[in-house]
C-alpha cells in the first residue's frame, strides 16, 4: 500500500521532515517512491518556509490510491490540497503512560461496579416516578375503575424490580470480595 508520510531527517532535537510517497512496508526513513515535499516543524507556523509541498506530484499520487498518514493529512488539509481530517478525541493523550496502565487496571473494575449501583438505582427511581405519576392521575379526573389497575401495575412493577434489585446487590458483593483479598 503506497502512503504520502515524513520521513525525518536533520540532527538530533533538530528534525527535518521530507513528504514521501512510500510504500508502507518500507522504513520510516528508508527506501522511498517520490519525494513531494519538506516540512520542517521548527519554523513558526505562519512563515511560509515551514511547508513545501509540489501539488500537482500530491495529487497525482492521492489520485493514485495513497493514503496520506494524519500528520500528512493535516498539513495537505491546511494547504487545501485534500479535505481536513476531523479532529481526533484522545483523552489518554494528557495522561502519561505509567499513569494509564493504573487507571486501564483500575477502570474495568470501577465501571462493572458502576454499572451495578446505577441499575440498582435506576429501578428505585424509576418506581418512585411511576407511584408518582400514578398518584397524581386519580387525583386529577381518572375514573375509579383506573384507580385499582394503577395499584395492580404498581404491585407488578414491585415484584419485578424487586429480584433485580437483590442480584445487583449480590454482583456488588462479589465484585467487590476479589478486590479485598487482592489487597
Not at 41 to 66: C, F
Not at 124 to 143: D, N, S, T
Amino acid at each position: 500500500m503506497l502512503k504520502l508520510r515524513l520521513s525525518r531527517g536533520g540532527t538530533k532535537k533538530r528534525p527535518v521532515y521530507k513528504v514521501v510517497v512510500a510504500d508502507s512496508r518500507f522504513a520510516r526513513d528508508g527506501r522511498f517512491i517520490e519525494k513531494v515535499g519538506f516540512f520542517n516543524p521548527l519554523l513558526p507556523k505562519d512563515k511560509k518556509e515551514r511547508i513545501g509541498l509540489e501539488a500537482e506530484r500530491v495529487k497525482y499520487w492521492l489520485g493514485q490510491g495513497a493514503q496520506p498518514t494524519t500528520r500528512v493529512a493535516r498539513i495537505l488539509g491546511e494547504n487545501e490540497l485534500m479535505p481536513m481530517p476531523a479532529n481526533g478525541n484522545n483523552p489518554q493523550k494528557a495522561i502519561a503512560k505509567k499513569d494509564r496502565k493504573k487507571e486501564d487496571d483500575e477502570a474495568p473494575k470501577a465501571e462493572v461496579a458502576k454499572a451495578e449501583v446505577a441499575k440498582a438505582e435506576v429501578p428505585k427511581a424509576e418506581v418512585a416516578k411511576a407511584e408518582v405519576a400514578k398518584a397524581e392521575v386519580p387525583k386529577a379526573e381518572a375514573p375509579k375503575a383506573e384507580a385499582p389497575k394503577a395499584e395492580v401495575a404498581k404491585a407488578e412493577v414491585a415484584k419485578a424490580e424487586a429480584p433485580k434489585a437483590e442480584v445487583a446487590k449480590a454482583e456488588v458483593a462479589k465484585a467487590e470480595a476479589p478486590k479485598k483479598e487482592t489487597k
